[in-house]
């Protein structure tokens, strides 16, 4: 059919394009066919032998007659057949020929559309040569289509900017090109495209012009470099202003405390204290004022290590107990056991914080006391510190306000208590970055609680270590003779340890309860009257084998009646109400039993040290001297960082090097840093390693750094104090006995 079918082609095509010799061929063909049948029928006829019979003739011609009309007919039908395809391909042919005209035009749109773009297009070769440009492309370069095409024309680079390069191959990147229209920003975004089957793909850049957005974006930038500047100079000025204020600071309140250690007449006293305590008042401002300017900045950095919660906590309640008991006010904590012995955070951040809250409680507060209490919170891993007091209350229309800088809730209370109106904005600014929240809840006269949400994640470490300290006290009793916020959270924790807890605060009512049962342990507040505790105590001998009596740290030296098998100091520390508790009662006079778990107080050393102080500042040097030497160190001052090196190498060498070093950071000559790397460098070649401490009144993070990068190994914050100082030298005091 293929064969036929392929024949027929090729003859049909060599009619079309030989016609005159199918015509010649055709009509020889008619005509031997004519000539052929008349001279076959003429010849016929005519023979002698051909024995014509009318008959057969009449029959054999219209047999030939009917032939050729079939012949006709059939010709005919195909003669329709082919006419009526004809028709199709011509309505067919007009179909195209439409279809053809509508792809013309749209050609022809998309084109000028191309063209017209106000975006930059060009394509290019794989030489490079630009085989198409819009109008666009052709203004910006100042040249006619004609003469860039095939061209290998590109604009003058002046800057190029980043570039990427998306998922799908596009290059995106920006370009500050010269044009003669003047410097010019463009974005482009360049991808091969192919656009003929068969040819090489062709790099097709489009290019928006951007120099007014990459203008503006770039003197945003610039401002904002510049308002960062400002900032950092800011933050610096008020970190050198503050050092500057604190240098003086320091002098008036080490020397006031220096000058009430001497004799002094009541009234000189009483000047000498009200200076101290207004230079202590003021450091508290400078310092809430730097870290306000500090929050402000966004300098806060919060740190991430594992701390103890209950040690936090703990550490707080006994840093405020002098205060709250000063006033007559119980202050008390209490940790969860379900939450994690460690956690990651800030340990500082919360210090502070958790200081501004119930500081300010037991400031506000003339009546009951403080809680600080510790639980789990709503969310996963969110811890809440409560901190409850039964003060003075906020009213409803304050609550929001007293959050935002310098609003007190009421100016004329304020002006009571004084303050600044700081510490609550400054929390909910170290909370919020935490990504916690302080919410508060209080009714005027009825107290406030400040609650404190924060994330904190628990440490693997923590994880591994023992859990809460705790007693099990199963089925056991135990009769608490107490009244107040500690009572009832000492209760809560001795039921989590499984006891049996009553709790009265009533002495009397103590004592006729104590025959009713079989105590475990019988805890008597000495608040609920001196006699009275030890009369109680007198009593539970025969009761209960263990009989604590819980003190106040101001009447821990008191004389305590025989009847006490041992005593706590109030704020309670878990750990050591669970040691107490489990111990086996001996029977020893209270005032000779040590405490369990109390942190080992730091004394004098042994064997003083011999400490190179070197500080520029006359007043610092003095109060420097006196307190090292109060506490039983020997003293060299050096007035700069020069000599303070000079001092160390004579000691060097002489063989009796400084136990330590105390480094003032601004000094004049040499400051501390350099002198500190240069006592490293000589160290490097001569063996050793003095400590050096930095005193330095700045808290910012970056000098800490080049402190520690300079290599030294901590740092003192000025104003000293003596706590402080005897703190920082105590590790050092006993690493050097223990070397001894
Ligand atoms: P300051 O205590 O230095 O004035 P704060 O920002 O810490 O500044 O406190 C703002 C105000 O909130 C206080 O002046 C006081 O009016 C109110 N306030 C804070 N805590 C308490 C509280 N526990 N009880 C009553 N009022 C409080």
């Not at 900017?161 to 229209?181: C, F, V, W, Y």
């Not at 240098?247 to 006031?256: C, D």
């Amino acid at each position: 059919m293929g064969r036929t079918f392929r024949i027929k082609v090729r003859m049909r095509r060599f009619k079309r394009q030989h016609p005159r010799i199918a015509f010649a061929i055709r009509s020889f063909m008619i005509f031997s066919a004519t000539f052929g049948g008349a001279y076959g029928f003429v010849t016929g006829s005519r023979s002698e032998t051909s024995g014509y019979d009318p008959n057969a003739f009449a029959i054999g011609a219209s047999f030939l007659f009917a032939l050729a009309c079939l012949g006709l007919a059939t010709l005919s039908m195909r003669l329709r057949f082919v006419n009526r395809r004809m028709r199709k391909l011509a309505a067919h042919n007009e179909t195209l020929i439409d279809r053809n005209w509508e792809l013309k035009e749209a050609e022809e749109r998309a084109r000028s559309l191309f063209e017209q773009q106000g975006d930059l297009i060009v394509l290019r070769d794989d030489q490079g040569c630009i085989t198409f440009a819009n109008d666009a492309y052709c203004t910006l370069a100042g040249q006619a289509r004609a003469a860039l095409v095939g061209t290998r024309f590109d604009f003058e680079l002046i800057e190029q900017g980043n570039s990427a390069r998306e998922s799908a191959g596009t290059r995106i990147h920006d370009q500050k090109i010269m044009t003669p229209l003047g410097a010019r920003w463009i974005a482009w975004r360049e991808g091969y495209v192919r656009l003929d089957a068969g040819q090489p793909a062709e790099l097709q850049s489009v290019g928006r012009d951007v120099t007014d957005r990459t203008e503006t974006e770039r003197a945003l930038s610039e401002a904002r470099d510049q308002a960062d500047a400002a900032n950092r100079a800011k933050s610096r000025f008020l970190a050198m202003a503050s050092h500057e204020i604190r240098t003086p600071l320091n002098g008036i309140i080490g020397m006031g405390g220096l000058l009430l250690d001497t004799h002094l007449t009541p009234e000189q006293a009483t000047y000498a204290r009200a200076v101290k305590t207004s230079g202590e008042a003021l450091m508290a401002l400078i310092e809430e004022l730097l870290d306000y300017s500090k929050i402000e900045a966004g300098k806060l950095d919060l740190e991430q290590r594992p701390f103890a919660l209950s040690t936090l906590i703990e550490d707080i309640t006994e840093l405020l107990a002098p205060r709250a008991q000063a006033k007559e006010l119980e202050i008390a904590a209490y940790v969860d056991e379900r939450l994690p012995l460690e956690v990651i955070g800030d340990a500082a951040r919360l210090r502070q914080v958790l200081l501004n809250l119930a500081g300010n409680a037991i400031k506000f507060t003339a009546q009951g006391g403080v809680a600080l209490i510790v639980e789990p919170g709503i969310w996963p891993n969110e811890i809440s510190f409560l901190v409850r007091d039964t003060g003075i209350g906020i009213a409803a229309d304050a609550q929001q306000r007293i959050f935002r800088e310098f609003e007190q809730a009421d100016e004329r209370v304020a002006r009571t208590y004084g303050g600044t109106g700081l510490g609550l904005a400054i929390s909910e600014r170290i909370v919020r970055r935490m990504g916690g929240r302080i919410t508060l809840t209080s009714e005027p006269g009825k107290g406030a609680t400040f609650e404190v949400a924060i994330p904190l994640a628990p440490s693997q470490d923590g994880a591994k270590q023992a859990a809460f300290p705790s007693a099990d006290l199963t089925g056991k009793s135990v009769l608490l003779v107490a009244g107040g916020i500690e009572a009832s959270l000492i209760a809560r924790r001795l039921e989590r340890w499984g006891a049996q807890t009553c709790v009265v605060s009533d002495a009397a009512v103590a004592e006729a309860l104590l025959p009713e049962r079989s105590w475990h342990a019988v805890l008597i507040d000495r608040a609920v009257g001196p006699a009275a505790a030890d009369h109680l105590g007198e009593a539970a001998r025969a009761h209960a084998p263990q009989r604590l009596v819980l003190l106040t740290s101001s009447s821990r030296h008191d004389h305590l009646s025989s009847a006490f098998t041992g005593f706590l100091v109030k704020p309670l520390r878990t750990a050591s109400l669970a040691a107490r508790l489990t111990m086996t009662p001996e029977v020893i006079a209270p005032d000779l039993a040590p405490e369990p778990v109390e942190p080992a107080a730091s004394g004098t050393p042994a064997q003083g040290l011999s400490v190179l102080v070197a500080e520029d500042n006359e007043i610092n040097a003095l109060l420097m001297r006196s307190l090292l030497t109060k506490l039983g160190h020997h003293v060299v001052i050096a007035v700069n960082g020069e000599a303070a090196l000079e001092s160390w190498l004579a000691a060097s060498s002489a063989g009796m090097p400084y136990d330590l070093v105390l480094m003032d950071i601004q000094m004049p000559q040499l400051d501390g840093i350099e002198a500190t790397r240069r006592i490293r460098a000589h160290e490097a070649t001569i063996g050793g390693h003095t400590p050096i401490l930095a005193l330095t009144a700045n808290t910012l993070v970056e000098d800490r750094y080049a402190c520690f990068e300079a290599g030294m190994n901590g740092f003192l914050i000025k104003p000293l104090d003596r706590d402080k100082l005897e703190e920082a030298l105590a590790g050092l005091a006993a690493a050097r006995q223990l070397a001894l």
